[in-house]
């Protein structure tokens, strides 16, 4: 039989989790379905043999306030770690080998003078553009979105580009440099630019902070915590949701092998190609804005190793790959960058493969990027004998990529939506990216959709 709520929540990720999260604080019925067989979406962690895995994100942003604000709602704020405070190193892998990124450099922009003349990276006049970037003039407010390489290159130069604007800024999302927006992926570093004329200025005042946090037992935790906040009735698992149509009494759910749902909103918290077939029905533009988005595919490969094995000191949180380095983009010493995250006397490292600029590695088995990964860090980390631990995380489609001209295309999906009220889509990707930005625009979302049942 069929089942009725005032809302139904269509992904149970993070984004239909927090979602829920309102829903239940205002007391409106609703149904969260999951296509898949577990909650959290791009959250995944697991222990095995002493080791604690994350295979997809591994730290909440704490400058911004929702992610953590969403542990202490669940009776997590006891359990939250911070980052290494000690051990804060980024190196870049450049010709072959890891070097330090300047001390005092924030999201690629040189705070401080002294380390940053010390450093190999960059040549003498690659240091004096860098040096010199407080005196470059701020664009024309309202300018048109640029690209990250077109807004690094005109703040920082082409070296830094090429060091730290692609292999730091634009790797972190999978993406291509020369493709993502600046306002979309780093409104702070627009923002700094039109309200303090410079990078460099507005960061050495403070005006951002890069903070992270974790949990002690994993970021899985979040969501379990999470869903035992719900009441169990109120989620399904395994219920593909295949469609949405809207009639004269409200929105009807087309579920896989499954009864139909009835509601009088849906909150579609969905990656936006999954999305896309779904709103097809109810809204075929929009559903046209959703599918034209990109999303990179990556994997990450988990090694856990005996410290002796290990010949580097892992005196960081990891390194970046500049391009055409080797096929890793980058690679995190998670026991290094948060605690308890490997057994005594042992390491575990994550090597991250994939993105835009490799979409072929996903094609490799686990094996071959196991392989892979161990061979490329090897020689790097001084790598001997094989790992006590190897896990593989598959992520196709998975990693947004917030191109330039993204705010405007999702002012069209919302004008798009505006015509079918009730209807509301959420999900990272579309208005920001990383588990605070998801939580507060599926917040968002959900009090939408509780607005329109009163209107």
Not at 27 to 32: Q, Y
Not at 193 to 220: N, P
Not at 405 to 428: D, F, I, N, W, Y
Request: proline share 6%.
């Amino acid at each position: 039989m069929s089942r009725t709520v005032d809302v139904a929540v269509v992904g149970g990720g993070i984004a239909g989790l927090a979602a829920a999260r309102v829903l239940h604080a205002r007391g409106a019925s609703f149904l969260v379905l999951e296509g898949g067989p577990r909650f959290g979406g791009l959250i995944r962690t697991e222990e095995a043999e002493g080791f604690l895995l994350e295979g997809g994100p591994d730290a909440i942003l704490a400058s911004k306030p929702e992610g953590v604000a969403l542990c202490a709602e669940v009776g997590l704020a006891g359990e939250l770690v911070p980052t290494s405070a000690t051990h804060r190193t980024v190196w870049l892998r450049w010709r072959g080998r890891l070097h330090p990124l300047p001390e005092g450099m924030v999201l690629g922009v040189p705070t401080r003078l002294a380390p940053l003349l010390r450093s190999p990276l960059f040549s003498w006049p690659g240091k004096a553009r860098l040096a010199l970037e407080r005196f470059v003039p701020a664009r024309a407010a309202g300018a048109e979105d640029e690209s990250l390489a077109a807004f690094v290159r005109r703040r920082l130069g082409g070296e830094a580009l090429e060091r730290v604007g692609q292999p730091l800024l634009a790797g972190i999302h999978g993406g291509e440099a020369s493709a993502l927006s600046a306002r979309a992926n780093f409104p702070r570093l627009v923002e700094l630019e039109r309200t303090h004329g410079s990078l460099t200025r507005g960061l050495s005042r403070g005006a951002v902070t890069s903070s992270f946090c974790s949990l002690r037992r994993g970021l899985g935790t979040l969501v379990e915590a999470v869903v035992a906040s719900l009441p169990s009735a109120a989620l399904r698992a395994g219920a593909l949701v295949k469609a949405v149509s809207r009639g004269a009494e409200g929105f009807l759910l087309e579920v896989d092998g499954g009864a139909p749902v009835r509601a009088g909103a849906v909150v579609l918290a969905v990656p936006a190609p999954r999305a896309a077939p779904v709103l097809a029905g109810a809204c075929p533009e929009g559903a046209a804005v959703l599918g034209a988005l990109r999303f990179a595919s990556t994997a990450t490969v988990l090694l856990g190793y005996a410290r002796d094995q290990v010949g580097h000191a892992l005196d960081g949180y990891g390194f970046v790959s500049a391009a055409g380095e080797g096929r890793l983009t980058a690679a995190t010493f998670l026991s290094t960058k948060l605690p308890g995250r490997a057994p005594a006397g042992h390491v575990l490292l994550r090597a991250f493969v994939g993105g835009m600029a490799d979409p072929g590695a996903l094609d490799l088995d686990d094996g071959a990027l196991a392989a892979l990964a161990a061979a490329e860090l090897g020689p790097l980390l001084g790598l001997r004998g094989r790992p006590v631990l190897t896990r593989v995380n598959r992520w196709p489609s998975a990693m947004p990529q917030m191109e330039v001209g993204h705010q405007g295309r999702v002012a069209a999906l919302e004008r798009s939506l505006a015509g079918v009220p009730g209807l509301v889509v959420t999900g990272s990707g579309l208005r920001g990216t990383g588990i605070p930005d998801t939580v507060a625009d599926a917040r968002r979302a959900a009090e939408a959709a509780l607005v329109s049942l009163r209107a």
